[in-house]
Every structure is written in C-alpha cells, then in structure tokens.
C-alpha cells in the first residue's frame, strides 16, 4: 500500500517589471535553457494564444505604426519593439516566493514635431535553478512548468503587442500624450487578469498529454476570516486516472503560510492571503503513478486539530469545520443544528486537553443521536 505523495512549494511563476535598466548578458547557461525550451513550447500543439509576435522580436524588430486622428495631440506613432535575454537577477528572488523569470518593458519615447517613437528593448529573464528543477518536483510536473513560466512571459509582451497594434483606447491615450506623461503599461497584464486563465488552460493540457491533470483552486477574500482560511479542494476519488498512486504539487501565487495534505480521500489546502483584498490561486499538478499500488487514504490529525482550533476562535468558517467533521467521521455534515458549546470542546482538543478518541468518540455520539447532522 503507497500513500499520496504531496510535495510543497510556493511559486511565484513570474513577475512583471516596466522599467529602464542596465543591460547585463545572459549566462551561456540561461542561452542553452532559452534556446531548448523555445524549441520544445514552438512544437507544443495544445490549445494557447498566439504570441508568434513577442517570439519575432527576440529576431528582428517588431514595429507599428498608425497614425492618429486629426484632433489628437499628435499625428503620428512609431513603435520599434525588441526583446533579448537578460541575465537572471537574483535579489528579485525573495524568502516565500520563487520567480522562474521576468519580463521587462523598456521603452524610450520621444516627441518630436507630434510624432512619438517608441523605442521598446524590452528583456527577459530566466531563473537557471528553478528552470533546471531547482524545486526538486516531479519531472513531469518540473518539464510542464517550465513551459508555462515560458508561455506566461511571453504573454507579458504579446499583450502589450496586441494593444499597440489594435486597441483604440491605449492608441487613443499615446495619441494624446505630452511628453511630461508616462506610458500605459498595463495592458501587459501586471495583475495577471488575462494571463493566469490562459496559463491554467495551458498547463491542464500539457499534463494531461503526459496522464495528469492540474486543478486550480481561487480564494476570494470573502470567503476568508482576516485573510486566514481552510478549505477542501477535491476528492481523490473523482479522479480515477490516479487510482494507482500519484504525486500533488502545489503551486500557488497570493497565499502564504501554506499547508496541504489528504485525509480521508479529501486534499484540504489551509493559508493566508498575503495581499488580504485580492483572490489567491493555487494551483495543484497532479501525476500519475502507473507502478504504485492502490493509493491508502489516512486520517491526519494535524491537520484537523488546526481546523478545530481555528474554528473554536473565529478564524474560519463553520462550513470548514462542517468539512473537517465530515473527513474525520466519514458522515455527510450538512452544517444544521451543530451546538456552539462545541467550540469549547474543539479548543479542548486542539490544545490537548482531550486525546483523539475522546474527540472522535463524542462527534460519532452527536451524529448517531442526530444532535448534529
């Protein structure tokens, strides 16, 4: 009998920057990495979004040119946009998050007689030990990301493309920009809106041509208490591919102080918002392990004891505690009729005061005797 193997790490897959730095060549490592996994996400034939533009100007210059309505403040836009490889800068990894690369827009703009030139060098930048599987996961799992940390930096330029080359509004805004302004830069997608739709659907296809899966998990702020929650993200049993083993990587952007697991073929996920108004997503890879016996799903008290304890002092909602219940007994708990002196007695336990069996042996007597149910 083999049980779940779960691996941990929070990864921040990438990080967007709209700046003008100095230029530091990449290491002929960072080139060998670029090169082999440009060839590899060029001959992926999953579903993804175009980006063959951001791609040409790592080659040649991209450049667009409109011109402007006869109201505007200019007449006329030029954009010259090249991308090349940038040394990997290590300060931008930091203590609870690990970058697997950036992509940085540089872009110089001059006005001369109403004409505007951009001239953009943008860089990107590659993370040689995360890309190298520096994280110690999956090989399936380390090829995959890879690619999407690939795919999610190219996004970063190719939407920025595609408003200078047909939304009305940004052509609107440089049209009429003084040269005091600054730039928009937001239709790269710093806030990741566009991008991390789009890199989930990509990396569920690519797991799934190698007999995985990923299952993405958001945490709204409202569903948190203070930013903390505990939540159930999937049944085991409801993926049958991995009947025979498997391992659960989990990757996440926005949480921290992060916890997961498996208990009675449920995968729980506990944490932290760290930016408290914003969603956070965790993503969790799923391998499958065509050698290994039938997977054995095991109570964990750990686990459980938290939930307790957090439920017992308002930090999470009933309905998790609703779900630990369920985990623990093997009952459906509908939340109805559950008595509040309960939470005295779940403090009890997660502080030690009563053992497990104690604990187990009462919550077992609530269900039979339909005091909670």
Not at 108 to 129: G, Y
Not at 192 to 197: A, E, G, L, Q, V
Request: a negative charge; charged letters at 20%.
């Amino acid at each position: 009998m083999r049980s779940l193997c779960l691996g941990i790490i929070v990864l921040l897959f990438t990080n967007f920057v709209s700046a003008y730095a100095t230029y530091e060549p990449p290491t002929q490592q960072e080139k060998n990495i670029f090169s082999q996994l440009l060839d590899e996400f060029q001959k992926d034939d999953v579903t993804k979004k175009d980006v063959t533009d951001v791609i040409q100007t790592f080659g040649k210059p991209l450049i667009i040119s409109f011109p402007c309505n006869s109201n505007d403040t200019n007449n006329f836009v030029v954009a010259v946009i090249t991308t090349r490889l940038n040394k990997f800068d290590d300060t931008a990894v930091h203590e609870d998050q690990v970058i697997g690369g950036t992509y940085t827009w540089n872009c110089l703009i001059t006005t001369e007689a109403e004409k505007v030139t951009l001239q953009c060098n943008n860089e990107l930048r590659l993370n040689s030990n995360i890309l190298l599987n520096g994280t110690g996961v999956d090989p399936t799992v380390h090829q995959v990301e890879d690619q999407v940390v690939l795919y999610h930096e190219f996004l970063h330029g190719q939407l920025m493309i595609d408003a200078m080359k047909s939304s009305g509004v940004w052509r609107h805004e440089i049209c009429n920009k003084t040269p005091q302004e600054t730039m928009d830069y937001s239709y790269a997608d710093p806030d990741h809106k566009i991008i991390n739709p789009l890199q989930s659907q990509f990396a569920s296809e690519l797991m799934e041509e190698h007999g995985g899966g990923v299952i993405t998990k958001f945490i709204q702020p409202n569903e948190t208490q203070k930013g903390n929650f505990a939540t159930t993200v999937f049944k085991i049993s409801s993926y049958p591919q991995f009947r025979n083993g498997g391992e659960i990587t989990l990757r996440a952007v926005n949480i921290d102080n992060t916890e997961f697991g498996s208990a009675n073929n449920v995968v729980f996920l506990n944490g932290t918002l760290i930016d408290k108004t914003e969603p956070g997503i965790a993503w969790f890879y799923i391998s499958s392990n065509q050698t290994s016996q039938m997977l054995q799903y095991e109570s964990n008290p750990l686990w459980e004891k938290r939930i307790a304890g957090l439920w017992a002092n308002g930090q999470v909602r009933d309905s998790d505690f609703d779900n630990m219940l369920q985990n623990l007994s093997g009952h459906q708990i509908t939340g109805n009729a559950i008595p509040y002196w309960l939470k005295n007695i779940a403090s009890w336990w997660f502080e030690g005061k009563i053992d497990d069996s104690t604990f187990l042996n009462l919550i077992e007597y609530l269900i039979s005797n339909k005091i909670i149910s």
